[in-house]
């Protein structure tokens, strides 16, 4: 299976499932890189996503995460 199909493919699951993937593929490279962030970032984003794993928090979209932030900095200059 070549790249582009295994992209495909990867596309079409659920939110949950890509984002496991995404966490799988991510913990693949830590083998391979440094942690850029360090110390204390590093530690925030592992807690951060250990909260997610476990369901104690639901992700929020990022899109919507951005049409948020854009309702309060409107309202918050009026």
């Known amino acids: 299976m070549n790249t582009d199909a295994i992209e ?3 596309l ?6 890509r984002a496991r993937l995404v966490d799988k593929l991510l913990e693949s490279l830590d083998d391979d890189m440094s942690d850029p962030l360090g110390g204390a970032w590093g530690e925030e984003i592992e807690r951060r996503r250990e909260e997610v794993r476990q369901g104690r928090v639901t992700p929020v ?3 919507e995460v ?3 932030a854009w ?3 409107k ?3 009026l």
Do not use: F, H, I, Q
């Open 66 to 68: 951005s049409r948020k």
């Open 8 to 10: 495909k493919e990867a």
């Open 71 to 73: 309702e309060l900095a």
């Open 75 to 77: 309202s918050a200059s």
């Open 12 to 17: 079409a699951l659920p939110v949950e499932a």
């Open 61 to 63: 979209a990022g899109e």
